[in-house]
């Protein structure tokens, strides 16, 4: 159930929300653009297929406000709606994702944009090394933006053949992007518009990959502003993401 606590006109609005997937890049990404653009929360998404969370403000230190394993946020000036998903899901996702659709289709959202990332052993091209970002695209996506991906000099991600297919069929495979895959193929069967961004990285500290892949979408959305990699505010909640430094003991 999506449940909103702020009657918003939606209408040609951006969806922005992450996958579940390797280094939670993807749920770094939205935590550093709702951080970056003070974006305020709107209400929230109550999925059984998703563990239950409940937890102090990821982004403001000061407030009462509680989060969620599902929370959504907006900017009016942006135009862009966001989702965080803060949890695992443990449950079949098709009726989420039947809800989302239906939301994006009853509220007139333009386009849905997912942030993921996948396995590092899974790049097949061995040059150029650091092109690690990667896009999937709709037809309706790649009729209005495939120009401007051009210009940006993207990479598409190109299904490939699974190994278990003895048709010699293609088929799109993110290995480790999580609902990613699933998610798009849902949308895009609604004719719905959507992406999937993601990039290639490792579990470790991923707070880099992060950053690369909102700059990412920041070539295409333009949201930002002038704000640069460099200068990206981290939200508070992000001040033990490792754990507490080493005890100074132990040296």
């Given at each position: 159930m999506i449940k909103l606590t702020q009657d918003i006109d939606?209408?040609?609005?951006?969806l922005v929300l992450p996958s579940v997937a390797v280094g939670n890049v993807g749920q770094l990404s939205v935590d550093l653009l709702i951080s970056n653009l003070n974006l305020p929360k709107i209400g929230q998404i109550f999925s059984t297929s998703f563990v239950p969370v409940?937890?102090?403000?990821a982004y403001n230190e000061r407030s009462t406000e509680l989060i969620t394993a599902i929370d959504v946020y907006a900017g009016v000036s942006q135009r862009v709606v966001v989702v965080q998903i803060r949890s695992p899901y443990v449950g079949e996702l098709v009726e989420f994702f039947n809800e989302l659709a239906q939301f994006v289709t009853a509220r007139k959202i333009a386009k849905v944009i997912i942030l993921?990332?996948?396995h590092d052993y899974a790049k097949r091209e061995v040059q150029p090394q650091h092109l690690k970002l990667r896009y999937v695209a709709s037809p309706g996506i790649l009729s209005q933006f495939g120009g401007l991906f051009g210009d940006l000099n993207w990479i598409p991600h190109e299904p490939r053949v699974a190994s278990d297919v003895t048709t010699g069929e293609e088929r799109l495979l993110i290995p480790g992007g999580g609902f990613a895959k699933s998610l798009f193929n849902h949308l895009s069967g609604a004719d719905v518009p959507c992406a999937v961004l993601f990039k290639f990285c490792s579990e470790g500290d991923n707070?880099?990959?992060a950053v690369a892949l909102v700059c990412y979408l920041d070539q295409w959305m333009r949201v930002l502003g002038t704000v640069e990699s460099s200068s990206l505010k981290y939200p508070p909640s992000w001040k033990h993401l490792f754990g507490k430094p080493p005890s100074q003991d132990i040296y």
């Open positions: 939606l209408e040609n609005y951006t409940v937890g102090a403000n993921a990332s996948s707070i880099e990959d």
